[in-house]
């Protein structure tokens, strides 16, 4: 299947900083990318979709000024965490889909191995 | 709205018996219907699809889910339960209203083998 890396894969950031994770499809491309945040032991809660040469699609309640999204190439989405506090801590997750698999919209997503944010 | 869900938290199954994780859904028109399962500090990892055909679906590691229209459920199976199945389990939808056709998650499951 697909590949998706994410990197780094643990951050430990003061408060008042900002954080950029990196999410690339390495053996395909990706028009549309997806960013999750898992809190420990819960779900994934989709916070925006990533379009490549467009603007990102936030879900409701997730602040666009705060999580700055970028997706400049058909193998990279970028996700920055401005001003980071505390309360940003979380298990970050990227997704990609491979628009070439015939069907693929259809198909499962490829999801990256995560990202580890911790603010102090 | 598209969406599952897993009533379970938590399943707890002795290594060799057969396991069974919950997943129920509610969707307007057909449903895409997958599993992922999530190890520790680790991202999702695809275990099966359900798109149409056979309601029985085999999956990775030995898993299998059996779609069931009447019931709008989603269980996911496995006969004989190993240890390393010990994870955590979404079952998850696609939602073709989105504009990106996004995948919507349950709450998840976790399942704990003990040898």
């Known amino acids: 299947g697909a590949v998706v890396s994410q990197h780094p894969s643990r951050v430990i950031c003061k408060s008042g900083t900002s954080v950029k994770i990196e999410c690339r499809s390495l053996d395909f491309q990706a028009t549309t990318m997806f960013w999750y945040r898992q809190f420990p032991k819960q779900s994934l809660m989709l916070m925006a979709t990533s379009n490549e040469g467009s603007k990102a699609t936030y879900e409701q309640g997730v602040e666009k000024d705060k999580f700055l999204i970028n997706h400049a190439s058909l193998t990279l989405s970028t996700l920055t965490v401005t001003s980071a506090h505390p309360e940003d801590s979380s298990f970050y997750i990227c997704?990609?889909?491979?628009?070439?698999?015939?069907?693929?919209?259809?198909?499962?997503?490829?999801f990256g191995p995560g990202t580890r944010l911790t603010v102090l | 709205a598209q969406s599952v869900a897993q009533p379970e938290d938590q399943v707890n199954v002795a290594e060799g018996n057969p396991l069974t994780v919950k997943c129920t859904y509610s969707?307007?028109?057909?449903?895409?219907l997958f599993w992922y399962v999530q190890y520790p500090n680790r991202g999702l990892q695809f275990l099966l699809k359900?798109?149409?055909?056979?309601?029985l679906v085999k999956g990775s590691y030995g898993f299998e889910a059996e779609f069931n229209k009447s019931q709008t459920s989603f269980h996911l199976k496995k006969p004989s339960a190993l240890v390393s199945d010990s994870a955590l389990y979404f079952c998850?939808?696609?939602?073709?209203?989105?504009?990106?056709?996004?995948?919507?998650f349950g709450s998840g499951t976790r399942l704990s083998i003990r040898p």
């Open positions: 997704s990609a889909r491979d628009p070439l698999i015939a069907g693929s919209s259809y198909n499962e997503q490829f």
């Open positions: 969707v307007s028109g057909n449903p895409y």
């Open positions: 359900y798109i149409t055909g056979d309601n």
């Open positions: 998850a939808v696609r939602d073709f209203y989105s504009s990106a056709s996004k995948i919507i």
